[in-house]
């Protein structure tokens, strides 16, 4: 599968940015989607994942309350609501897959997903 993120930007602080992540391949629907960042210096890091069904979700406890994760399987695309931005939210966003073979345990881990997208840069001024 190959995936492809799109929707970054520069926005100011408080502002809200939409992250998409298109898939081509096999159908969305068989894969784990999540969402991973890195910021300059740091390592990749967990933001949020979505199970093949739609549900369960999982979000990082710096992001709960202000991301949203949703997939749109007949579209094959996976998207990022993100609102209330902050400084601490600029990072290079990454999409991940990982195969539903692998079950729900573990959606947070980045070593467990199998497929990788080019990162989209989003920079929050403050």
């Known amino acids: 599968v190959q995936l492809q993120a799109s929707g970054g930007g520069l926005v100011q602080a408080g502002g809200s940015l939409r992250l998409s992540c298109v898939a081509s391949?096999?159908?969305?629907?068989?894969?784990?989607m999540g969402w991973f960042r890195q910021a300059s210096g740091k390592e990749r890091e967990f933001v949020a994942a979505v199970s093949w069904s739609g549900g369960p979700t999982e979000y990082a406890d710096s992001v709960k309350g202000r991301f949203i994760i949703s997939r749109d399987s007949p579209k094959n695309t996976v998207y990022l609501q993100m609102n209330s931005l902050n400084s601490e939210d600029t990072a290079v966003y990454y999409c991940?897959?990982?195969?539903?073979?692998?079950?729900?345990?573990?959606?947070?881990?980045?070593?467990?997903?199998?497929?990788w997208g080019e990162g989209t840069l989003v920079t929050v001024s403050s």
């Open positions: 391949g096999p159908t969305l629907s068989r894969y784990v």
């Open positions: 991940g897959a990982r195969e539903a073979r692998r079950g729900t345990s573990g959606m947070t881990m980045k070593s467990s997903y199998d497929y």
